[in-house]
């Protein structure tokens, strides 16, 4: 059988599924996430060793940043599905008069989910959260960069669930492309802008709503009445997750130029906490996904040398290759047209630029693409008021980093280039869901003042309408 042939048998099991309404009630879309959690569960051993093998990701790493995450999402949609699935009442205006309003959920439809590889657990499983609570039967499409952890989730779903419901589709750029040339109901997609424009694009030819969860430089701002070591602390917490390798990690720092030096030294000092005087040998440390993406940070490193910055590290190693580790490098004397400040780095480089006014930072910062996150550091709550109020971005945090994505309240989400849509709690709920707007009129009272002929309540009209 053809990859063509497979994925067609799967989406009309899928069609079919849908029709006969199988996730149509909100007691069997509860069920079925409680099939999701205990496969979670049953998994959890193989997914950590799994998440290991590919990012080197010590187990507590990928518990409270994948599985965690996951589990709680999935506890929260459980206990929320009733609420979230029942009818939502609706104002209705003076021209319906008498009426009832209400806005009724149904499925999208059928849902195409793709999956990154730097979160391969949390960024594919909380998705599907969303959509089995919605009611959406779902392809989800697994990195084939993250290669262990993907062969886990596909027997693991599998295991778990019915084709008709959840299928998984392995492969690569082919199998992107043949998976894009089908109509869908709605695609989720997690990666790069770049990828992102192909999804968007190959979506708009059948008018397929799309949501993009994508990236790019979110900075981090270090006011100058800010505790600079808890700054350091919790900046280099974010920005070494999963070696750097997270959508929301704070990529560049801006900092008053009479601080850069003093937050500098605290970073490394910090760096230097957590994962001793040789980070490349520290088991709490983890690696680089692949060799290109390894070079590429190399080859940024290099070149930041060769155009004058200044390289801050606590040990002289800068990387390995066997095992495809950076060290954690502070940049400074970095200008805007720097290399690093190119593109999204994503991993264990940061560089840290001075400023002379807050205002100069929101400038500098509005500048370039919206950021998917906004990192403040302040003791001043009229400064935090003003630079969130100033600067678009798609979520953050004040005095903290990457923790607003563990809030199943906040809906976490990007603007512009850094991705469009929300998910998370309710919001990914409502990601998979149409709302149908229904005006139920009244059979007892039946007002002629909308019937011809018009000019005997046209200023009643206009007077009840104004």
């Not at 996730?23 to 193989?46: H, M, V």
């Not at 695609?187 to 992102?196: D, E, N």
């Not at 309240?409 to 603007?415: H, I, N, Q, T, Y």
Request: contains cysteine.
């Amino acid at each position: 059988m053809s990859r063509l042939e497979e994925l067609q048998e799967i989406r009309k099991a899928q069609k079919e599924a849908l029709e006969h309404g199988v996730l149509r009630e909100t007691k069997a879309r509860q069920a079925r996430l409680g099939t999701l959690y205990q496969a979670i569960k049953k998994w959890e051993p193989q997914l950590l060793k799994a998440m290991q093998a590919d990012l080197g990701k010590p187990p507590f790493e990928s518990y409270i940043a994948e599985l965690g995450m996951v589990y709680g999402e999935i506890r929260e949609a459980i206990r929320c599905l009733p609420k979230w699935n029942r009818p939502v009442r609706g104002k209705t205006g003076t021209a319906s008069f008498p009426s009832r309003g209400y806005r009724l959920p149904e499925p999208m439809g059928m849902a195409l989910i793709f999956s990154p590889w730097n979160y391969p657990v949390q960024l594919t499983l909380a998705p599907l959260t969303a959509a089995l609570a919605a009611g959406c039967p779902c392809v989800l499409k697994l990195s084939p960069y993250s290669v262990n952890t993907s062969r886990v989730l596909e027997a693991m779903l599998e295991e778990a669930f019915p084709r008709e419901e959840v299928a998984v589709f392995q492969g690569g750029a082919r199998e992107n492309t043949l998976l894009l040339e089908q109509k869908w109901d709605t695609i989720f997609f997690t990666g790069s802008p770049k990828v992102g424009r192909v999804v968007m694009e190959a979506a708009s030819r059948h008018l397929t709503p799309v949501t993009l969860e994508l990236g790019g430089k979110s900075p981090v701002i270090v006011d100058r009445a800010a505790d600079l070591d808890l700054a350091a602390r919790r900046i280099v917490w974010g920005k070494l997750l999963n070696s750097g390798q997270t959508c929301v990690a704070p990529d560049y720092v801006l900092v008053h130029h009479s601080q850069v030096e003093a937050l500098t030294r605290r970073l490394l000092e910090a760096v230097k906490a957590f994962y001793g005087r040789e980070p490349l040998q520290s088991r709490d440390y983890g690696r680089i996904i692949n060799e290109k993406h390894f070079q590429r940070l190399r080859g940024l490193l290099e070149r930041a040398e060769e155009e004058g910055c200044r390289l801050h590290r606590v040990s002289p190693t800068p990387w390995n290759p066997e095992t495809r580790q950076i060290a954690p490098t502070v940049l400074t004397e970095v200008t805007w047209d720097s290399a690093v400040m190119e593109e999204e780095l994503f991993g264990p480089i940061l560089p840290v630029l001075p400023y002379d006014s807050l205002k100069e930072a929101v400038d500098r910062v509005n500048s370039r693409p919206r950021p998917l996150a906004l990192y403040v550091f302040t003791n001043r709550r009229e400064t935090a008021r003003y630079l969130l109020r100033e600067i678009p971005f798609g979520g953050g945090c004040v005095n903290d980093t990457v923790l607003h994505l563990t809030a199943p309240g906040l809906p976490f989400g990007g603007l512009g280039e850094s991705g469009m849509g929300q998910y998370h709690g309710k919001a990914g709920f409502d990601a998979f869901t149409h709302y149908k707007s229904v005006l139920i009129s009244s059979r007892r009272v039946d007002l002629p003042v909308r019937y011809a002929p018009y000019e005997k309540f046209e200023k009643l009209a206009r007077f009840l309408m104004k």
